[in-house]
């Protein structure tokens, strides 16, 4: 897999080469002169596969670096177990105690189980100042605890704590007031698969919460707040699309395999 990793960050390394991305200035490793040039001239130019290759190739990735990617993703994510193990296999310092990716995990996951009063409670006892400084976190927690009592049915207990918590919010932010009409709107339905935001009862709903709660505490402990490994990767299909107006190049279509792919019109 990290093959593959290696592969996408090979990619993004050429793309940097051909300047596709504006903000980056790097020394430049090997000629791109002539392609520079045609893009400019507006010809859309062909690069073979042989070619790309050769020049992905001449791109040298540190092993040490890579490790250090895998180690970050799996740290912010909280793989506390693979984390340890990939530190034993690579000798990739995690750079943090475990204790603390313990706690920030049991936090994530019960606010994925649906148990987000457990969720603040916990979050409170590791630092009360998180909550606190994130009036737009606190909402979509005290959101969560509303859909939760919607997906059991509590119907009652729903809209009493809407009137109670969710409703004064809005009265003080008016930020939060359409996603408090969405939210509520749940209520009018008897069947909530009728409603047109359904989704908030989904499991994906569920998973943004945590996130943005790991994202906190993450921030609050100066830390990542995102693993760089999917940021890199959005980077570079985002530079493919770039790309995608001016060349015929292989690009990677799969980020499972990063296989290199042709593009229909180069074989046009």
């Not at 290696?6 to 090997?30: A, G, M, S, T, W």
């Amino acid at each position: 897999r990290r093959f593959y990793f290696q592969n996408c960050i090979k990619q993004i390394h050429y793309f940097i080469e051909l300047d596709v991305f504006p903000f980056i200035r790097k020394q430049k490793i090997f000629p791109v002169g002539k392609i520079i040039e045609d893009m400019a001239r507006g010809e859309k130019k062909t690069i073979p596969v042989d070619e790309w290759e050769k020049k992905l190739a001449s791109v040298h990735i540190r092993k040490e670096d890579m490790n250090k990617l895998v180690m970050n993703f799996l740290v912010t994510e909280g793989y506390v177990e693979a984390a340890e193990l990939f530190q034993l296999e690579s000798g990739t310092e995690i750079g943090v105690e475990l204790s603390s990716i313990v706690d920030r995990t049991a936090i994530r996951k019960a606010v994925q189980s649906g148990q987000v009063e457990d969720a603040i409670e916990k979050v409170n006892d590791l630092n009360p100042e998180i909550l606190e400084g994130r009036a737009g976190l606190f909402f979509h927690l005290q959101q969560q605890r509303f859909i939760e009592l919607v997906r059991q049915g509590k119907l009652d207990q729903a809209l009493q704590f809407a009137q109670d918590y969710l409703a004064p919010r809005g009265e003080e932010n008016a930020a939060f007031l359409e996603e408090l009409e969405r939210t509520v709107a749940l209520l009018a339905f008897e069947d909530t698969a009728d409603c047109p935001y359904s989704e908030l009862l989904g499991v994906s709903q569920r998973q943004k919460t945590a996130s943005e709660l790991n994202a906190a505490i993450l921030e609050s402990k100066c830390q990542d707040k995102e693993p760089r490994l999917p940021i890199l990767l959005k980077m570079m299909l985002w530079a493919q699309t770039q790309l995608d107006e001016k060349v015929n190049y292989p690009r990677v279509n799969d980020l499972v395999t990063a296989k290199l792919e042709t593009s229909t019109s180069e074989g046009s």
